[in-house]
């Protein structure tokens, strides 16, 4: 609605200034040269040009949209021929200036120079063939010119408004695709944050028997975990700074309930330069890590590291944790890694390098390397 608004009031402004330049020119002209103004050669002039005016009308609002909602090509292509037939014919039988095809300043005062020819044409010796009518052909080279000008004319505005309408499309098709990406983003991330929030809750439950104090500092710890993803996790993009801190409340959460055979060691930069990322992008690696790393029989370790490159744009994540033989099976990374790929591949289009090594049967390790 608004883009055919815009076109209206530009239709508009161009033919205003059509239809002024021509009182323009001959009001100019005729101050200038103290002449007579013309006005019944002007309105021959306004004559054409409402056809044009009116020629163009009927093609950019009946014939286009017609053209558009049916697609029949040839009964466009035959209404046009129809169309610039009638006008031919109307600009044919329309009282022709006898100077028509001489520019407007050579016959400005036609009155003398009638006057002249008038005279002349009295000395004329008498002819038989002198007074016989001339007869002009179907179209003289005048009608040819404004046939020629008013097809052009219907060119320029179907191809102006096939382009208008194709750049229309491009952006309602982009304006759904970014809508279909928000939407796929948003599943994807609310099917992370309700895996996160079953496993705070059932480590929470394991405390409550174990120690109570313990189990009302995690109680507290998960609101402001929550209080993040309610309010802050909703941009598509949060700062690296408030991430890091989501999950350093999030390791102070775990080691509530790990005791001391795991060995939690992480490293976080001080400086972020205002480095934005997804959120709850990395915590993902490092819940995958404790839910696959972690034994309460053997010593355990999960190793996390995040830094800042030199170019203050790169984000390079580490994640590492023990490997142990009853849990090798699921180390796949289940439902997180999955989605975490997905989002990867959604936002950064492939400008991302993510690499999980498991070969190694003693250790699980995945690092990330992302422009912020």
């Known amino acids: 609605m608004k883009t055919n608004k815009v076109v209206n009031i530009g239709i508009a402004a161009i033919w205003a200034v059509v239809f002024v330049c021509p009182l323009l020119l001959r009001y100019y002209y005729n101050v200038a040269e103290n002449l007579q103004f013309d006005w019944h050669d002007l309105g021959r002039t306004y004559t054409f040009l409402s056809a044009f005016f009116l020629l163009f ?7 286009i949209p017609l053209l558009y909602a ?13 169309m610039l037939s009638g006008f031919a014919l109307f600009t044919r039988n329309t009282p022709r200036d006898p100077h028509h095809g001489r520019p407007i300043i050579e016959h400005a005062n036609r009155s003398e120079c009638e006057k002249k020819k008038s005279e002349r044409s009295e000395k004329r010796p008498e002819h038989p063939d002198f007074r016989k009518p001339h007869r002009h052909p179907l179209l003289a080279p005048p009608d040819i010119a404004r046939l020629i000008i008013a097809l052009l004319m219907l060119g320029v505005n179907l191809g102006a408004d096939a382009m208008m309408k194709s750049q229309e499309q491009r952006r309602r098709l982009t304006e759904l ?4 990406l928000k939407q796929e983003l948003d599943y994807l991330k609310y099917q992370i944050n309700p895996h996160f929030f079953m496993n705070t809750l059932n480590n929470i439950h394991v405390l409550i028997d174990i120690d109570q104090e313990k189990a009302k500092r995690s109680l507290v710890e998960l609101s402001k975990l929550m209080r993040y993803t309610l309010y802050e996790s909703n941009s ?6 408030q991430e890091i801190d989501f999950i350093t409340q999030y390791l102070s959460l775990m080691k509530l309930r790990y005791n001391d055979k795991v060995e939690i060691v992480s490293q976080m930069p001080t400086v972020t330069n205002g480095i934005q990322i997804p959120p709850l992008l990395l915590v993902t690696f490092i819940e995958n890590a404790f839910k696959h790393g972690v034994s309460y029989q053997q010593p355990s370790f999960i190793r996390i590291a995040l830094a800042v490159g030199e170019d203050n744009k790169t984000i390079y994540f580490e994640c590492c944790n023990s490997r142990h033989l009853l849990k090798q099976s699921n180390d796949s990374g289940g439902i997180g890694l999955e989605n975490v790929r997905k989002r990867l591949d959604l936002i950064y289009e492939g400008d991302y390098k993510l690499n999980v090594e498991d070969d190694n049967p003693e250790q699980y390790r995945v690092t990330l390397e992302l422009k912020g």
């Open 236 to 241: 598509p993009m949060v700062l690296l700074s």
């Open 177 to 180: 695709e970014q809508q279909h």
């Open 70 to 82: 049916r697609k029949r090509y040839w009964i466009y292509a035959l209404t046009v021929v129809v």
């Open 57 to 63: 009308l009927l093609h950019h609002y009946l014939l």
